[in-house]
């Protein structure tokens, strides 16, 4: 039975971005979970699983898309989480990104924010992360220990989520003007111990201390987003074994799955109401992109290096510029995983660059047709379908090197 949040509690998170439960789980939950991060950090199935644990000052990362332990992932569809996950979101929700961080003593704190303006705290929304390039997500972090001062204590900055605001680039997307470190309030302890639930905001600023302490420093910091509010950077893949650890009803948690490589990435670039498609070897049109050079569709930031080899692929053939894209959809065949982006020019520079008898622009009348010719691959055309009709809450995504550079 799933947990709901009092009135007291739903204004807490509005007026602070986060709200934190005591005492949520029993100590049973907590030493199965436990035993599961340390299971998987002792047999280095893990982030720096090559430093032998317990190595003094380091962070060691589980990632749950690689994991197939039920005494760790039953975490993530427990209904202490679940139920406040999807009250706070304003509706169904899935899995992101789910992460255990364990750090051995010594290991240092938190770092700065991308951006620059603060050397320890930071926001997590990022338009260059699969998890943090979602409008509308959050953390649900459980300690594992008390994150005392000596252990390191999580600090947050309460109102911070206020100063970072969305703003429409169109009707489709939109974009954040994220806060700076000087807008924010001082970060404060949020004196979290064993066994509690936290809460924290897409747009709260926050910052973990360095392990001072002898033991080691660890918990959960999942990441969950409405279900209609996909990363602009485009999901993370879980594995079919982590799907399949999961029960058949927390199976919704995580709709992206797949074992297959990353293999290509296309773009719909869209301007007054038309696509722009590019010849293919078979005497048809598709949707110009490029081939991936990725091998793990699981490991981290995948999707943003995807970005950033599609944006170098349409300057090199095409001719344009792309300063943004934002997730579409995925279509799987032996291959690989096919991703699929959009870019709105409302300016009309990618007309104003692409010309010749590799290329045609065609509007919503014109798809059936080619559909019906066996001219257009049917797949472009659902994704083509999907940008034009589906309303989602869309973000743009954008590739490291892109973001730091506006940093």
């Given at each position: 039975m799933s947990t709901s949040l009092t009135d007291e509690q739903k204004q807490a998170w509005a007026d602070d971005g986060y709200l934190i439960i005591r005492d949520t789980f029993s100590k049973a939950e907590l030493d199965r979970v436990a035993g599961g991060v340390l299971r998987a950090v002792k047999s280095g199935n893990?982030?720096?699983?090559?430093?032998?644990?317990?190595?003094?000052?380091?962070?060691?990362?589980?990632?749950?898309?690689?994991?197939?332990?039920?005494d760790l992932l039953f975490i993530a569809e427990h209904p202490a989480v679940l139920g406040p996950v999807e009250e706070l979101l304003g509706g169904p929700a899935c899995l992101s990104a789910f992460i255990s961080y364990l750090k051995t003593p010594g290991a240092r704190g938190t770092g700065g924010d991308y951006q620059g303006s603060h050397p320890t705290g930071h926001c997590d929304y990022k338009t260059y992360q699969q998890a943090g390039s979602s409008l509308n997500w959050l953390f649900a972090i459980i300690p594992l220990v008390d994150l005392d001062e000596e252990t390191g204590p999580l600090l947050l900055s309460p109102g911070s989520h206020k100063k970072s605001r969305i703003v429409p680039v169109n009707e489709r997307v939109s974009r954040v003007e994220r806060a700076n470190a000087s807008d924010i309030a001082p970060l404060v302890d949020a004196k979290l111990r064993r066994g509690d639930l936290a809460f924290m905001s897409m747009f709260t600023w926050h910052e973990g201390r360095a392990n001072g302490s002898d033991h080691d420093r660890f918990g959960?910091?999942?990441?969950?987003?409405?279900?209609?509010?996909?990363?602009?950077?485009?999901?993370?893949?879980?594995?079919?074994?982590?799907?399949?650890?999961?029960?058949?009803?927390?199976?919704?948690?995580?709709?992206?799955?797949?074992?297959?490589?990353?293999?290509?990435?296309?773009?719909?670039?869209e301007h007054d109401g038309t696509v722009l498609l590019s010849a293919d070897d078979h005497n048809g049109w598709r949707l110009p992109g490029a081939p991936a050079s990725i091998d793990s569709p699981t490991g981290q930031s995948v999707t943003s290096l995807l970005i950033e080899q599609l944006e170098v692929e349409l300057l090199d053939s095409v001719g344009v510029e792309i300063p943004w894209m934002t997730f579409v959809a995925d279509y799987s065949d032996s291959n690989g995983v096919r991703r699929v982006f959009a870019y709105s020019d409302d300016e009309g520079a990618s007309e104003e660059a692409v010309s010749g008898q590799g290329f045609r622009w065609v509007d919503n009348s014109g798809i059936s047709p080619l559909i019906e010719a066996e001219e257009l691959d049917r797949e472009d055309a659902d994704a083509i379908r999907r940008w034009w009709e589906e309303r989602c809450v869309r973000g743009t995504g954008e590739s490291p090197t892109r973001a730091k550079q506006r940093a």
């Open positions: 893990c982030l720096n699983g090559n430093k032998p644990y317990p190595t003094p000052a380091t962070m060691y990362t589980v990632e749950g898309q690689y994991q197939d332990d039920p959960i910091y999942n990441k969950y987003r409405a279900l209609d509010a996909p990363p602009a950077c485009g999901p993370q893949l879980f594995s079919e074994r982590s799907y399949d650890t999961l029960s058949e009803e927390g199976k919704r948690l995580m709709p992206h799955h797949s074992d297959l490589p990353l293999a290509e990435a296309r773009l719909i670039v």
